[in-house]
């Protein structure tokens, strides 16, 4: 079984839909990050977690917010989606709290706003 | 801050040929480097990281990258590429003592060809 896993894998939505993306990991890591990828700009960090009750702003968190519900648990949202999120999100997870642990990613889920 | 350029956004080689894809870096603080690939339709993995000591790391799938202070560099090279290897290529790095926050550069699309 996958460690990191991400549902849906596959959205498509309109504008001004309430999505939510949602990761779960079974590493029993405490960070956990969203990106999104787009082609051309690699990927970008929308929000990171440390912990439970610690919840940071990456570099493009406007339009998105997350919801951090257990340490295995960390969903993303958006609140009205509008077609320039259309991308591939991925989550991540790391153990340690150091830049120089390894982040494992998920499969990712592919958005289309319409 | 950090950021970091990926010279070329996509590599075609041939079966058996070395490739080298080129990443460098700024950063006005000591970093971490880490190279990640993502095979078609998954998520990203690591496939080697610097840290400190000696400057040549190695994969395990025959891959190496150097880094090079001096002109800021973290160059990815295999001296004979399998169709395997097709696959997108990400080159990051995060702030030493920081806090394993990863910049990404926008990827080399290595293409394999027979």
């Known amino acids: 079984d996958a460690d990191v896993t991400q549902t849906p894998r596959n959205r498509i939505t309109k504008t001004g839909k309430r999505i939510m993306l949602e990761c779960s990991q079974t590493?029993?890591?405490?960070?956990m990050y969203w990106y999104r990828q787009d082609p051309g700009l690699g990927l970008r960090l929308i929000y990171y977690s440390f912990d439970v009750k610690d919840i940071n702003k990456g570099e493009i968190s406007d339009g998105y917010s997350v919801s951090r519900q257990a340490q295995a648990k960390f969903s993303l949202s958006l609140e009205s989606a509008i077609p320039n999120q259309t991308a591939l999100y991925f989550c991540?997870?790391?153990?340690?709290?150091?830049?120089?642990?390894?982040?494992?990613f998920g499969p990712g889920t592919r958005l289309t706003v319409l | 801050a950090q950021s970091v350029t990926q010279l070329d956004s996509q590599v075609p080689v041939f079966e058996e040929a070395p490739v080298e894809l080129r990443c460098n870096y700024s950063s006005s603080v000591s970093v971490y480097l880490f190279w990640y690939v993502q095979y078609p339709n998954q998520g990203l993995q690591l496939l080697l990281k610097y840290l400190s000591g000696s400057t040549l790391v190695e994969s395990i799938n025959g891959f190496e990258a150097e880094f090079n202070k001096s002109q800021t560099s973290f160059h990815l090279r295999k001296p004979s590429v399998h169709i395997s290897d097709t696959a997108e290529y990400f080159c990051a790095v995060s702030r030493a003592g920081g806090y394993n926050k990863l910049i990404f550069g926008a990827g080399t699309r290595l293409a394999v060809h027979p």
């Open positions: 590493k029993g890591h405490d960070r």
């Open positions: 991540a997870t790391s153990g340690g709290t150091s830049g120089t642990d390894t982040q494992y």
